[in-house]
């Protein structure tokens, strides 16, 4: 089994929630093409936010998620201050961000 196949049956390791969980939940460029193909099936109908979490002192965060899942992923993660700093309908652009300002 591949890394590429890892946590998916072969009949959903093409799925929506596949392609979303490789293209968001880990930094790096190799989630990238990922994004573009979630991007080719959703065509805009999802909205996804760039944020950024300060946990106090010199600890930040920068994530990406889908707008409707924003309040819950920012509950989810102690924090003292909480913004969104950029709204897209395309994962690649989001995702792109994310890894652009975690490389900081």
């Given at each position: ?57 010199s600890r ?45």
């Amino acid at each position: 089994m591949s890394r590429e196949t890892v946590g998916y049956c072969s009949l959903h390791e093409k799925s929506i929630r596949a392609l979303y969980d490789r293209c968001l939940s880990s930094v790096g460029v190799s989630c990238l093409s990922k994004c573009l193909k979630l991007d080719e099936i959703l065509d805009g109908k999802i909205n996804f936010v760039v944020y950024i979490i300060d946990y106090g002192g010199s600890r930040i965060k920068v994530g990406a998620t889908r707008e409707f899942r924003l309040l819950h992923r920012v509950s989810e993660q102690p924090h003292v201050v909480a913004k969104v700093i950029y709204k897209t309908n395309s994962a690649y652009e989001g995702s792109g961000l994310n890894v652009t300002f975690n490389y900081f």
